[in-house]
């Protein structure tokens, strides 16, 4: 066994103690924790140090992985103890990302390919996961046949989440890791309702093919596969099948405009990087105020502060323009960038093709088309849409896709990046489409 495996195996049996949680009162374990870090402390060298020390650890002779795993767990318990997150998440998230390591570690013993990683770290969580949930609410007497369903969903959605994190950071990221899980599990569990188990199956079979189809395809990288199935999975359960189709509408037409004329773009310098595939921060640049809007829906379903009292609707439409917009941006560059005639949108001088900001006749119209697209969707798969409602979405579009590029010709490459521009640019087109349903209303 090697050295890799042994202390991915000794973090897996470590983060099993959290199970004495939820057998005593949650401040008893702080004594456990207490004396784990003065040991992480004073151990500085022998086998034991060895058993937990990561390759950096030994220049300073200090267990640094152990000693940030021990306080995120602690962070994680404390949030635990002074909020509504349950024993039950606390524990699975604590589990789920020790075993989801120790997986992934043997996996690499046999194979090089990062997607049989993401896929044995995916199975070992969820596995996890799944169990400490249901034995955290065994031990607390809590039921667990009606609620395994979603224990199923929370711990595949925690595994895809430790799996997309854990492919882009760093190994002494474990707390970040734990704490962003604890944290996504937490809100889920508050705004999932009762689910059946083969929709959760279903949804999970769904977006699992989908997100492969597209890492095979040459379309997404693994963080990007990671990061699609993930949004998918939350897009079905919390908003339903419609919105799913709206979301996969934007992932496919702009996966293929990606490949439109690729070796061409590829000579005139505005061909996007990784022969296509998108990376995570492409896929969130694009789809996280999507996202957000699909969270907020679920949010106004369940009577949560703050939100209990929104119109659902207005999610939709910020739904559908942020979406709309990513739609119109990404064709509008994928089609316009193979024409000699771009114009920056603030001058109108000819620029370069491939010049943050520079536009033309014919991408603005592949952009338009783009938008009409989700536009025309919308409105198929939502009947109280209606006409108007998806010229409310054509025009979210349209705004989102111009800020886009005068954000592209003003402060992108100085202020922020081009996942920054695109994250800024679907935002205002969801708060176009939301502001103009409530115009409508108001009329």
């Known amino acids: 066994m090697t050295s890799t495996v042994r202390r991915a195996g000794a973090f897996a049996i470590l983060s099993t103690l959290s199970l004495v949680v939820p057998l005593f009162d949650p401040v008893t374990a702080v004594p456990v924790a ?12 022998g086998p034991l140090f060895d058993l937990f020390a990561y390759p950096d650890d030994y220049e300073d002779g200090r267990l640094y992985g152990l000693i940030t795993f021990v306080l995120a767990v602690t962070a994680l318990g404390l949030v635990s103890v002074m909020s509504s997150m349950s024993t039950a998440v606390f524990v699975g998230t604590v589990v789920l990302v020790g075993y989801g390591n120790l997986a992934a570690a043997v996996t690499r013993r046999w194979t090089d390919n990062p997607a049989s990683h993401a896929a044995a770290f995916c199975v070992g969580a969820t596995t996890a996961g799944v169990a400490g949930y249901a034995i955290s609410r065994t031990l607390t007497g809590d039921p667990v046949t009606d609620t395994f369903p979603k224990i199923v969903f929370l711990a595949v959605a925690g595994a895809l989440l430790a799996a997309l994190l854990r492919d882009i950071l760093i190994l002494y990221d474990d707390p970040v890791v734990m704490l962003a899980v604890g944290f996504l599990c937490w809100l889920l569990a508050e705004l ?14 769904v977006t699992v093919a989908v997100g492969y189809l597209s890492y095979a395809l040459g379309a997404a990288s693994v963080a990007g596969m990671l990061t699609g199935i993930l949004l998918g999975l939350l897009t079905i359960v919390l908003g339903g099948y419609s919105w799913f189709a709206v979301l996969m509408s934007f992932f496919a037409i702009g996966s293929l405009s990606t490949k439109f004329r690729y070796d061409e773009k590829v000579d005139r310098g505005v061909a996007q990087e990784n022969d296509g595939a998108r990376g995570s921060s492409n896929v969130l640049g694009n789809a996280a105020v999507a996202l957000v809007a699909v969270l907020g829906y679920a949010a106004s379903a369940a009577d949560l502060p703050l939100l209990s009292e929104a119109n659902p609707e207005l999610f939709l439409f910020a739904f559908a323009g942020s979406l709309a917009t990513a739609m119109s941006d990404t064709l509008s560059s994928e089609v316009g960038g193979v024409f000699d005639t771009p114009r920056l949108i603030t001058t109108l001088e000819p620029v370069e093709p491939g010049t943050d900001g520079g536009v033309t006749w014919q991408g603005e119209v592949a952009g338009l088309l783009g938008a009409s697209v989700v536009a025309g969707l919308t409105y198929a798969v939502f009947p109280d849409v209606g006409l108007v409602g998806a010229a409310i979405v054509v025009a979210a579009g349209f705004v989102g896709m111009t ?39 108001v009329l």
């Open 34 to 45: 207490a004396a784990v870090l003065l040991a992480a402390f004073a151990v500085t060298e």
């Open 403 to 441: 800020v886009d590029s005068l954000l592209g010709a003003t402060i992108e490459g100085t202020a922020v990046g081009n996942q920054g521009v695109n994250f800024l640019a679907t935002l205002s087109g969801a708060i176009t489409g939301a502001l103009l349903v409530l115009a409508v209303a």
């Open 192 to 205: 999932v309702p009762g689910l059946g188990a083969t929709e959760i199956a279903v949804a999970t079979v």
